[in-house]
């Protein structure tokens, strides 16, 4: 993505025009949640990445939800849905015995109680401590400390337990695709987040040359439990538990205007007769990207769009009819407010 310290375009895409322009507005946006990392890594983000990046021009905003609902967070459904699945994952935790024994064994060698270090979810510290290179944690008795050797002992956990825990998310994330009540909360934790992308995508598409557009660039700077329901929402049920440093990206881009259709005698087909031309040029498009691999036609809302033809982007009018009704079909619902506030059967 980058070259150097500063961003670039694919090649392949260099000549179709991107909206907004970032020179005729605000350069960026970033919305962090509670955690200082987040703003740290946004920050560092953006400077690498924006042309000319200068302080002034980014504007930095705090969201307290990781979910990045705003003012929409108020969804009795969601909650549901949420508790639903937690009792799902807690059942197929506790049938697998090679889980619970390896969280015993884990425990003993860390003086830990079981409960305690389950409650501590140590997948993520043993991930971090494996993609560094770094040993994983262990507990030294006072005898091994000072160094007296005799019945000194130092209880280490290993890759073996590591490797339990991971076989058994990895077979949560399918039992979860199958049971389906994660994808009914995660359409209702991310519509707020992805309604708002819809919305600015929308006006910048619709910015005529010479007016002001809205920032370049929206970055939001979040977490794996922010990740993971967005790209479950997207209908993107493939994709692994988000990794370190994750990123899913947003493209607006916009066709070189198409050629006026020739009329009568030859003669150029009068302004306004063709059709799919909207203010400023040609069609606007949407491209999505999960860790830089385009994933775009995985999406619920292109899956079906042919990508091999004419055009070979994905319409942005496709996108925003999927946020605004389509997304809410796996709820028998038709908005977020009908599926927020739906009774349960029975």
Not at 11 to 16: D, E, I, Y
Not at 58 to 67: C, D, F, M
Not at 170 to 175: K, W
Request: hydrophobic share 40%.
């Amino acid at each position: 993505m980058g070259r150097g310290d500063q961003g670039h375009w694919e090649s392949t895409l260099g000549s179709v025009p991107r909206l907004p322009n970032h020179q005729a507005c605000e350069m960026g946006e970033l919305t962090q949640t509670g955690k200082s990392r987040t703003l740290q890594s946004g920050l560092a983000f953006l400077y690498g990445f924006l042309p000319d990046f200068a302080w002034p021009r980014v504007t930095v905003r705090h969201q307290w939800s990781t979910l990045f609902c705003g003012a929409a967070c108020d969804c009795p459904a969601r909650n549901r849905y949420l508790e639903e699945e937690q009792r799902r994952q807690y059942r197929l935790r506790v049938a697998d015995a090679r889980l619970e024994a390896t969280y015993a064994e884990m425990a003993r060698a860390l003086g830990l109680l079981p409960r305690q270090l389950r409650a501590a979810n140590p997948i993520d510290s043993l991930l971090c401590h494996l993609c560094h290179g770094l040993p994983f944690p262990y507990l030294q008795t006072p005898e091994a400390a000072s160094g007296s050797g005799r019945g000194a002992s130092k209880a280490c956990l290993t890759v073996e337990q590591f490797a339990v825990i991971r076989r058994q998310q990895l077979d949560d994330e399918a039992d979860k695709r199958r049971a389906g009540l994660y994808r009914k909360y995660a359409v209702l934790a991310m519509h707020p987040y992805l309604n708002r992308t819809a919305g600015r995508m929308d006006r910048a598409a619709r910015v005529k040359p010479g007016e002001t557009a809205e920032v370049a660039l929206a970055l939001s700077s979040a977490h794996d439990v922010t990740v993971a329901p967005l790209l479950s929402a997207l209908g993107l049920e493939e994709a692994r538990f988000p990794r370190f440093a994750a990123r899913l990206v947003f493209e607006l881009w916009r066709s070189p205007p198409a050629a006026p259709a020739a009329g009568m005698g030859g003669k150029p087909q009068a302004k306004g007769k063709g059709k799919g031309v909207v203010a400023g040029g040609g069609e606007p498009f949407v491209r999505l990207l999960y860790d830089g691999e385009d994933v775009t036609f995985h999406a619920a809302f292109c899956r079906s769009h042919k990508r091999h033809g004419a055009r070979p982007l994905c319409p942005l009018k496709n996108f925003l009819t999927f946020v605004r009704r389509d997304m809410f079909a796996v709820l028998n619902a038709s908005s977020y407010q009908e599926a927020c506030y739906k009774r349960p059967p029975g």
